[in-house]
């Protein structure tokens, strides 16, 4: 994934929502929802660098801490 791809990665999520026991990813395509799923299922996909990979986190954790303060 090149670097302008990783862009639009955090441009097409919509929101992170929050339900009792899982999350839920609102996404533009089946494709960015197949990623994120690959990821909460701890299958990393080769298609994401290690970098990729902690920013994500990284965006997760945000988001995280952005519904908490609600």
Do not use: H, P
């Not at 992170?16 to 960015?32: A, G, N, P, R």
Request: aromatic letters at 22%; hydrophobic letters at 40%.
């Amino acid at each position: 994934m090149d670097k302008g791809k990783f862009s639009l990665f955090f441009v097409k999520i919509f929101y992170l929502l929050q339900s009792e026991t899982k999350f839920k990813f609102i996404c533009f395509s089946v494709s960015w929802k197949r990623y994120f799923y690959n990821l909460l299922k701890n299958k990393i996909t080769a298609t994401f660098t290690r970098k990729e990979n902690y920013a994500f986190l990284y965006l997760l954790r945000l988001t995280l801490e952005t519904d908490e303060k609600k």
